[in-house]
């Protein structure tokens, strides 16, 4: 199967940065996307960006301008560039993969455990 972990979540202070990232591992045939998810207390959880292995990006509206997510497609890994930081970016950031495992080559979704960004006004 194909392993997410994430690290580099933290506390700052509105107006922040941080640098979230992302390592793929386990028996791995391809990742077509790779990208992040936030979940918010009380929140469903909203996506925050996606890049494709072409670095094709998608970006939630509320992120834009401030965020940017960069992939390394030899090393699986995905980071998130957070700028700009907001007491409303506080939540679980989940990295999320879309890819076939050796195993069985069947293109699912894969997930992460989240990494905490709390943002404090």
């Known amino acids: 199967q194909v392993q997410l972990v994430e690290s580099g979540g933290d506390l700052v202070q509105a107006g922040g940065s941080l640098t979230l990232s992302c390592a793929a591992s386990?028996?791995?045939?391809?990742?077509?996307?790779m990208g992040w998810y936030r979940q918010a207390p009380r929140k469903q959880r909203e996506l925050v960006a996606t890049?494709?292995?072409?670095?094709?990006?998608n970006y939630a509206d509320s992120v834009k301008g401030r965020f940017t997510i960069s992939r390394d497609n030899a090393k699986n890994t995905v980071n998130l560039r957070m700028n700009s930081l907001k007491p409303e970016d506080t939540a679980v950031y989940y990295c999320?993969?879309?890819?076939?495992?050796?195993?069985?080559?069947?293109?699912?979704?894969?997930w992460g455990q989240g990494t905490q960004v709390t943002v404090s006004s």
């Open positions: 999320y993969a879309l890819g076939r495992p050796i195993s069985d080559r069947i293109r699912r979704d894969f």
């Open positions: 386990g028996r791995i045939l391809s990742i077509d996307i």
């Open positions: 890049i494709t292995s072409g670095d094709v990006t």
